[in-house]
């Protein structure tokens, strides 16, 4: 029996609200039935748009159901009327909103699931904040927690997704031309909701979940028409990875040439090598490139080949990769005249996948051989060369009194215990010595014919090269173990030493002190001392031990830090690897040095420059705005003492006086304000606190009309000081109602998930982006032709909301003027819920 058809889906997917996906659905509605398709309109919400509602002329609109819920009466569409009049195509607005409760389906995507069953197509819109993967990452971009979500995979099954997009700046000024919300909530909304960065977040969201879905639908096409070769849509970077030191450069070149691409993906891959029988197991080295594929971002990944190059190539076209990073190859040069190189044969297998060789320590040719140098002391290097002459003729005397012919087995092994201590006591050279001196001793002594070098029985020729080949392999075996002790003990010196140093200096100590210190308790040196350069000559800056030396040319060792600061010591000379070490101290030493001194030097020279301009402007300022209001008091006076006035005359004279007063205490208290802040002095107490009682204070004293507060009710509290907090609102206010010459200055909040932003929009002329942050230097007035100003009002607000915990800052508002934005930390900042700030309307689009 043939299954029934199921209906296709399309979704027209919003990059945000306000971008026109409702209207793109209705046009394609339209496009459909003059093409003859018999389409309806399901359900669509115009939000009270006359161009989109306009859209729907000549659509056939299926009636709404209406349902009751505690008493009122809403309108939810009408399913059981889509699929009895059962039309080709059907428009659905909102995708995921979530019925009226009493409704037969809990969510839209429900009906329209039941929808598509009946075999009919469905034309729908959602806006990717709606998406349920994305819901996280949309409350942290823009502080509204999406009430209304849509599971992913809903999306997913949509045979078309028809992203609608629209840059962040033509968004607002649709917003701005009143074309998305009503008059009284474009304010709020470009304040909030719709700034620029939500705005580009949102789009970069889209386009990046978008890219995946066609990436899906890329991989499902090839693997339909069984494509092996690989379609580069994007980057992606497989890098091979084995159990060695090596991987770890490997997989950092190949996460820097991934960083170079935007959206490019970072593949570890891995082949446990199979020969049919076992594979090789994981080793350390393998997860701790695990380890460090997650740090930077990347994939781990496992597969079992017999062939490594074959199948780092399978995975990589099986994975759509644009490139294989690959480490030169570790073996000699004969091996790899022999049988080639990993690398050599991914390039020559990989066909359009490009193939990079990276270079490293470990490579062949990058690690040269070096002559041989014995881990042991010179004394045991001796007496290892003295017990292989004197050991092997003892043996030699010893076992020629018995004069038995059948012992040659015996003999053999006896020489080899010799060989074996001799390589214990003086390492490998000795050994070797003992092994070729038992080869003669054997072939004289104890192999037939004896007394001669010549072997009659090829038997015994075989034993003789066997016990050399097996006394050089355990000597070669001892000596290695032994400088790998060797080493194992001087890094863990080196170590313990270079930790001990960086302790010291992150612990307090006085650096100098800690250095020269522990110079000399590590590398045993009488002492150790400090030198620094200066005019007069060498002096010591710290020393430790006994009888310090005052100048480099005294030392036994010197280590030059700089110019000015050498390192010197007193004592035996110090070996190449303890030498490495000592630089290792002279470079930390010289940062920290030159650091306090940069950072010393800075200092002044910025408390120098602060107090100096400081003291300049308030010069100016007083020798100007502050004797303006003097003067007018000083009139005032002399006007009410001279007598004879009439009682109209001396009311505005009062008041004039009453007015040059607040003027003078303004000015006066921003001065103090100012000081208290560059100085450091201010302390604010620091206690929760509703927006409520602080707001209406810091805008009360304004003619009526010029400052709207706009604030929800349902503001979660803030952690702040009341007093300092209405001290920054009034200033950022009283600046406003100054420069927007008549129009109303409107404040707002925003609530994001750990502050709170307290928006102040005026209509003024505004201020060029090169000059925002002018405006909040002391005495900067930038054109303002206001009289009696310092130019202080902004630099005290900044001032007092840093020691708030805040910040202060200027954007753009959209159709002209300046927003200052105020941020304010929250007393609760994880807690969700009701508090949690307004957001778009659900299925605004």
């Known amino acids: 029996m043939e299954e029934p058809r199921r209906g296709r889906l399309t979704v027209y997917l919003g990059a945000a609200p306000g971008v026109g996906k409702t209207f793109a659905m209705l046009d394609e509605a339209r496009r459909r039935c003059e093409r003859g398709t018999d389409v309806v309109v399901g359900y669509v919400e115009t939000h009270g748009r006359e161009q989109t509602a ?31 009049r059962r039309p080709a195509v059907v428009c659905v607005d909102e995708l995921a909103h979530t019925n009226v409760p009493g ?137 091979a990875v084995t159990d060695g030191a090596e991987s770890e450069t490997v997989l950092r070149r190949g996460a820097r040439l991934a960083q170079r691409a935007a959206g490019a993906e970072l593949l570890a891959l891995h ?66 005249l022999l049988r080639g190189t990993t690398g050599e044969r991914i390039a020559s297998l990989a066909g359009p996948v490009d193939v990079h060789l990276v270079t490293h ?205 050498v390192i010197a010591l007193c004592g035996p000379p110090l070996r190449a690897v303890d030498r490495r070490v000592l630089e290792a101290f002279a470079v930390q030493t ?15 020279a910025a408390t120098l420059e602060r107090a100096e301009a400081t003291s300049t402007a308030i010069l100016r300022a007083v ?17 009410l003492s001279s007598g004879g006035l009439a009682p109209e005359e001396v009311k505005e004279l009062v008041a004039v006086t009453e007015s040059a007063t607040d003027q003078l205490e303004r000015l006066i208290d921003n001065l103090l304000d100012l000081s208290r802040v560059e100085s450091g002095l201010l302390h604010p107490t620091l206690r929760e606190r509703s927006l409520e009682e602080v707001l209406p204070l810091a805008v009360a004293g304004h003619p009526p009309g010029a400052v709207v507060l706009d604030v929800d009710e349902s503001l979660p509290l803030v952690r702040t000081d009341a007093g300092l907090l209405e001290r920054v609102v009034a200033n950022v206010v009283g600046n406003a109602v100054r420069v927007s010459h008549g129009e109303p200055v409107r404040v707002l909040a925003h609530v994001l998930p750990e502050v709170i932003e307290i928006l102040v929009v005026d209509r003024g002329p505004g201020v060029p982006p090169g000059q925002r942050e002018q405006m909040f230097d002391p005495f900067q007035r930038l054109g303002d032709g206001s009289e009696g100003g310092l130019g202080l009002g902004l630099a005290v607000a900044r001032g007092l909301s840093t020691a708030l915990g805040g910040t202060l800052s200027a954007e753009d508002t959209p159709g002209g003027g300046l927003t200052m934005v105020l941020t304010v930390p929250r007393a609760h900042p994880d807690t969700p819920g009701a508090l949690d700030g307004p957001g778009p309307p659900e299925g605004a689009g």
């Open 103 to 239: 409704s037969a389906r809990e969510k839209r995507a429900e009906d329209v699931e039941l929808i598509r069953r009946a075999g009919i197509d469905v034309v729908t819109t959602v806006n990717i904040q709606h998406l349920e993967s994305l819901n996280d990452e949309v409350y942290r971009i823009t502080g509204v927690r999406q009430r209304e979500t849509v599971p992913d995979e809903v999306v997913r099954t949509a045979e078309q997704i028809q992203l609608v997009d629209m840059p962040p700046d033509a968004l607002r000024r649709r917003m701005a031309h009143g074309n998305i919300y009503k008059g009284d909530q474009i304010d709020a909304s470009l304040a909030s909701y719709f700034r620029v960065g939500n705005l580009t977040a949102l789009r970069e969201l889209a386009l990046l979940w978008l890219a995946d879905r066609v990436d899906d639908a890329l991989d499902v096409y090839r693997r339909e028409h069984r494509i092996d070769q690989p379609w580069p849509t994007k980057e992606r970077i497989v890098v």
């Open 590 to 604: 010289g940062l920290v040095l030159e650091y306090r001194r940069l950072r010393e030097r800075d200092e002044r």
């Open 271 to 336: 082949v446990l090598v199979n020969d049919g029988l076992v594979t090789t197991p994981q080793q350390g080295g393998v997860e701790r490139a695990q380890q460090l594929t997650a740090a930077l971002g990347g994939t781990f990944h496992t597969v079992v080949g017999e062939d490594v190059a074959q199948a780092v190539v399978d995975f990589a076209s099986g994975a759509n990769a644009s490139m294989i990073v690959v480490g030169i190859s570790r073996h000699g040069r004969l091996r790899r």
């Open 623 to 639: 020798s100007h705005d502050l004797r303006t209001p003097l003067a007018t008091m000083r009139t005032a006076v002399d006007g």
């Open 54 to 84: 306009a859209r729907l002329d000549g659509l056939e609109v299926v009636a709404r159901r209406e349902v009751t819920h505690r008493g009122s009466v809403f309108t939810e569409m009408d399913t059981e009327a889509i699929l009895a």
């Open 361 to 565: 320590e470990k490579g062949a040719d990058v690690a040269r051989p070096r002559p041989y140098a014995s881990p042991l002391s010179r004394s045991r290097q001796v007496a290892g060369l003295m017990l292989s002459v004197l050991l092997p003729l003892l043996l030699a005397g010893v076992l020629r009194l018995p004069q038995d012919p059948d012992q040659l087995p015996l003999d053999v092994l006896l020489f080899l215990a010799v060989t074996v201590l001799v390589a214990l006591v003086g390492g490998l050279l000795p050994a070797l010595v003992a092994a070729l001196g038992g080869f003669v001793l054997l072939n004289w002594f104890f192999t037939p014919p004896v007394n001669g070098l010549r072997i009659g029985d090829p038997l015994n020729l075989v034993a003789l090269v066997v016990f050399v080949a097996v006394a050089v392999g355990v000597a070669s075996v001892v000596d290695r173990a032994s400088r790998r002790t060797s080493d194992a003990v001087r890094a863990r010196a080196e170590a313990a030493t270079m930790a001990s140093l960086s302790r010291s200096v992150l612990t307090g100590q006085d650096t100098a002190e800690a250095v020269v210190t522990r110079l000399r308790e590590t590398f045993g040196q009488r002492c150790a001392s400090l030198l620094t350069r200066g005019p007069a000559g060498w002096s010591v800056l710290a020393t430790s031990g006994a009888e310090p030396v005052l100048t480099p040319e005294e030392a036994d060792t010197r280590v030059p830090i700089d110019d000015d600061h």
